[in-house]
């Protein structure tokens, strides 16, 4: 059972990240936080998708001699790799429009906490 746990470190690792995520964006009221547990999770399944497409005695698939009959078996898909850059790219625009978003907010209403702004919201809307 302990080899079961230590054989995939990684992904309780990123469970225990995508939990903390998870409370940031659902439990925080403060809306900084909550970027703050979105970005946490997006980093979680980035782990995810490249811990699971690592490979064990695999290498980089460059072809070093011509003449020698390929082992597809025996080279990383380099694909979820690239794919996760790109999602590394989307997340950090993501949180940088989420933040300016945020600057804007606090300039309007003075506050960043998720209730007191709905309060404030409510009331302007009834003016």
């Given at each position: 059972?302990?080899?079961?746990?230590?054989?995939?470190?990684?992904?309780?690792?990123?469970?225990?990240?995508?939990?903390?995520?998870?409370?940031?964006?659902?439990?925080?009221?403060?809306?900084?936080?909550?970027?703050?547990?979105?970005?946490?999770?997006?980093?979680?399944?980035?782990?995810?998708?490249?811990?699971?497409?690592?490979?064990?005695?695999?290498?980089?698939?460059?072809?070093?001699?011509?003449?020698?009959?390929?082992?597809?078996?025996?080279?990383?898909?380099?694909?979820?790799?690239?794919?996760?850059?790109?999602?590394?790219?989307?997340?950090?625009?993501?949180?940088?429009?989420?933040f300016a978003l945020l600057i804007l907010t606090?300039r309007r209403y003075k506050t960043l906490n998720?209730?007191?702004?709905?309060?404030?919201?409510?009331?302007?809307?009834?003016?």
């Open positions: 059972m302990i080899e079961f746990f230590l054989g995939h470190y990684a992904y309780w690792f990123v469970l225990i990240l995508l939990v903390i995520g998870l409370y940031g964006m659902i439990i925080k009221h403060n809306l900084v936080k909550k970027v703050i547990g979105l970005s946490i999770f997006q980093v979680a399944i980035i782990l995810f998708f490249i811990a699971s497409s690592t490979k064990w005695e695999a290498t980089v698939p460059v072809l070093a001699n011509h003449h020698e009959k390929i082992q597809a078996a025996a080279y990383i898909n380099p694909l979820p790799h690239t794919l996760m850059l790109t999602a590394i790219v989307v997340g950090v625009a993501t949180s940088g429009v989420s606090y998720e209730t007191e702004l709905l309060k404030r919201m409510s009331e302007e809307d009834a003016e």
